[in-house]
Each structure stands twice: as C-alpha cells, then as structure tokens.
C-alpha cells in the first residue's frame, strides 16, 4: 500500500475513535452519573431467579429436657384430688411448667414407681403405685421417655412393673433400663429426630434381686461390665447414646466416689453424656473427657417438703446438632406447696431464655 494511503487510513481510524469517545461521555448525565456505556447491558435487565433449594437451611437442633424424680402418689395424689387444688385432674401436677415442657421436642424423667392398679405391695412402709390416671398427664407434659430402672419399681411387685410396661407402651412412652426379660431391660430406647438417633440406657444400683434375666422380667442393674456392655451396642445403633444412672445417697450435694466410678466408665464406653438421679437433691456435675456428667437432678415432682434443696428441681437442656450434643445447660425451677415444679425464671416471665455457653449452669 502506497504510504500516503496508509496515513490516509490512520487519520480515517483516528477520527472515529474521538467520534466514539463523545458519544461515551454523552452518555454522562451532567449530575456525574452515567446512563451507561455503548453497549452496556441496562441494570434493569431481569435477574435470573435462585430455587429455595439453592441455599437449603441447615437441620434445625434437636432440644431434649432431663428432668428427675417424678412421684405422683402421696402427697402428690392428695393435692391432685383436692377440689380446691387439682379437683382430680392428675395434669394439676404439671400446670405451672406444661409451656416449658412442650418447647422442647420431648421431656426425659426417671419414673418413681409403679403405674397400675395391679400387685400388692411388697415393699417398705415408703411404697409408691401411681394411678393409671396419671398416664395421659404424662403425654400432655411432653414426657415422652422415661428411666425405669430405681427403687421404687418393684414396690407391688411383679405384676404391677408388667402392668406398667404395657401402659407406657400403648401410650406410645419409651422406657428403658427395665423389661420383660434381660435383653429388653439392657437394650437402648432409639429414637430419630432430624434424622438423627438418640440412644438412652439405664441402670440402677439397687434391687439386684429382681435384675431382668433371659426368662423373667426386671430391671438393669449397674454391674460395671453389664454397664459397658449395653453402652457398646447402644453406640452401634445411634449418633448420641445417653446413660441414666439411678445411684448415689440422699440428700448429698456431691456424689459419692462410686458414682463418679460407674459414670466415668460410661464415658469410656462411648456414652455422649450421663445423667443420674435418686439423690432427691441437685448434686454437682463435670467434665469427663470433653463429655459432661450430671450426677442428680434432683426431684421434679416429689412431696418432700422439708427442705429447699429437695423442693428445687433440676431442669437439664441438651441440644443435639449434626450427630453430636452441642450444648448442655442445668437450669433450676422451684416445687411449689402443692408439689408442682416451675420453669426458670426467664421463661416464667414470657420472655425467650437467656443464650448461654455451652456446658454452662443455672
């Protein structure tokens, strides 16, 4: 190409490219803003969509509640009867804390004795059998599992532990550390919530008389072997395995050296976390190797009125995310004169519980 052509060219380009350059800044509002560039694509343009499923939310906490020892025979039942007080209705011992139980997927209790109308008593002059009244109380507290390996179990005997059995299981109320034979009495309760299995045991130090065997029915007792045994197979069926133990001395805030035996060694057998009661008073707690131990919750709905600590009971939360126990928190709710337990304060007062540390205490 001849040269003046190639700078005719150049001259050519040159031109368009200023030309292009003014139509841009044309293109600027005098308030500084630009319209948008050649060729932009407008802000207004629509968006595509992003599906619910984009951003799914993760599995929402499983929330468990411990309780202790419940009784409703006695005192309880008299309070319960009275026209004045419960006018015969057996959910009267739960009213004042039925809103905090039902805020929690479902509520764990040691049961203190029989639920039947059935047996005769062979126990001490401190024998207890529940009214079959009591059952759908239980059901409407959101008590859905219960420990039913302690003391006062075999009160009226054989036929009336059976009796209770089969109440609690038509009611659709797991329980565990008691059965018809050995193999029932050791195996876990297994439950599933967000897809998540819940393993509870339990065990007893008292009655090793009427111990559970492949032919006759009976309670767990807390043998250290049997003890590590069970928790083994529960961990093979469940993500979090908890263990009840029914142990200790009355009235002592702190556990006997035995206590903290039988819960380490459930620790070491791969229990996430123990649980006990008996006492009849809150005991203290640790931690055991990252996993925590509460050795007495206390009464829940006792009639030992006698003192503070047995009219105090321990209220033990445990959240439950992603296969593992994420936060563990003992809070205390008084027992009133008609022997019914409140909730902690905060809730009492309508307004959402304080957040707390994990493993922290009331």
Same mark, same amino acid.
Do not use: C
């Given at each position: 190409?001849?040269?003046?052509?190639?700078?005719?060219?150049? %001259?050519?380009?040159?031109?368009?490219?200023? &030309?292009?350059?003014?139509?841009?800044?044309? *293109?600027?509002?005098?308030?500084?803003?630009?319209?948008?560039?050649?060729?932009?694509?407008?802000?207004?343009?629509?968006?595509?969509?992003?599906?619910?499923?984009?951003?799914?939310?993760?599995?929402?906490?499983?929330?468990?509640?411990?309780?202790?020892?419940?009784?409703? #025979?006695?005192?309880?039942?008299?309070?319960?009867?009275?026209?004045?007080?419960?006018?015969?209705?057996? *959910?009267?011992?739960?009213?004042?804390?039925?809103?905090?139980?039902?805020?929690?997927?479902?509520?764990?209790?040691?049961?203190?004795?029989?639920?039947?109308?059935?047996?005769?008593?062979?126990?001490?002059?401190?024998?207890?059998?529940?009214?079959?009244?009591?059952?759908?109380?239980?059901?409407? %507290?959101?008590?859905?599992?219960?420990? @039913?390996?302690?003391?006062?179990?075999? #009160?009226?005997?054989?036929?009336?532990?059976?009796?209770?059995?089969?109440?609690?299981?038509?009611?659709? &109320?797991?329980?565990?550390?008691?059965?018809?034979?050995?193999?029932?009495?050791?195996?876990?309760?297994?439950?599933?919530?967000?897809?998540?299995?819940?393993?509870?045991?339990?065990?007893?130090?008292?009655?090793?008389?009427?111990?559970?065997?492949?032919?006759?029915?009976?309670? %767990? @007792?807390?043998?250290?072997?049997?003890?590590?045994?069970?928790?083994?197979?529960?961990?093979?069926?469940?993500?979090?395995? &908890?263990?009840?133990?029914?142990?200790?001395?009355?009235?002592?805030?702190?556990?006997?050296?035995?206590?903290?035996?039988?819960?380490?060694?459930?620790? #070491?057998?791969?229990?996430?976390?123990?649980?006990?009661?008996?006492?009849?008073?809150? /005991? *203290?707690? /640790?931690?055991?190797?990252?996993?925590?131990?509460?050795?007495?919750?206390?009464?829940?709905? @006792?009639?030992?009125?006698?003192?503070?600590?047995?009219?105090?009971?321990?209220?033990?939360?445990?959240?439950?995310?992603?296969? *593992?126990?994420?936060?563990?928190?003992?809070?205390?709710?008084? &027992?009133?004169?008609?022997?019914?337990?409140?909730?902690?304060?905060?809730?009492?007062?309508?307004?959402?519980?304080?957040?707390?540390?994990?493993?922290?205490?009331?």
């Amino acid at each position: 190409m001849h040269m003046k052509s190639v700078w005719a060219l150049t %001259a050519v380009i040159a031109a368009l490219l200023v &030309i292009a350059g003014g139509v841009y800044l044309a *293109s600027v509002s005098r308030s500084g803003e630009r319209t948008g560039p050649p060729f932009a694509v407008s802000s207004d343009a629509p968006k595509p969509a992003l599906s619910a499923d984009a951003f799914p939310r993760p599995p929402r906490p499983v929330r468990l509640l411990f309780v202790g020892d419940i009784m409703l #025979d006695r005192g309880v039942r008299l309070h319960v009867e009275r026209v004045a007080e419960g006018a015969g209705n057996p *959910s009267f011992s739960f009213a004042k804390i039925a809103d905090y139980l039902r805020s929690f997927d479902l509520v764990v209790a040691n049961l203190e004795g029989p639920v039947s109308d059935a047996g005769e008593r062979v126990g001490s002059i401190y024998s207890f059998r529940m009214n079959p009244d009591v059952v759908p109380a239980l059901v409407a %507290a959101n008590i859905r599992a219960v420990n @039913f390996a302690n003391n006062h179990v075999w #009160d009226y005997g054989r036929q009336a532990f059976e009796d209770t059995l089969a109440r609690l299981s038509v009611a659709g &109320i797991g329980y565990f550390g008691a059965g018809r034979n050995a193999a029932e009495a050791y195996a876990p309760y297994v439950l599933e919530r967000e897809g998540i299995k819940i393993a509870f045991v339990g065990f007893t130090e008292f009655l090793r008389q009427v111990e559970a065997t492949n032919e006759r029915s009976g309670i %767990a @007792f807390a043998d250290p072997e049997t003890v590590r045994a069970a928790i083994i197979q529960a961990r093979q069926q469940a993500d979090i395995v &908890i263990v009840s133990f029914h142990m200790g001395e009355e009235y002592r805030p702190e556990p006997m050296e035995r206590q903290r035996t039988l819960a380490r060694l459930a620790v #070491d057998a791969g229990a996430d976390l123990v649980v006990g009661h008996h006492p009849h008073v809150i /005991e *203290s707690h /640790e931690s055991y190797r990252g996993k925590e131990i509460f050795y007495s919750l206390g009464n829940f709905v @006792f009639d030992q009125s006698f003192s503070t600590s047995t009219m105090t009971a321990g209220l033990l939360e445990v959240d439950i995310a992603g296969g *593992s126990i994420v936060r563990t928190n003992l809070r205390q709710g008084t &027992i009133n004169r008609n022997f019914q337990p409140s909730p902690p304060e905060a809730f009492r007062e309508g307004g959402p519980l304080p957040p707390v540390a994990k493993h922290g205490s009331f």
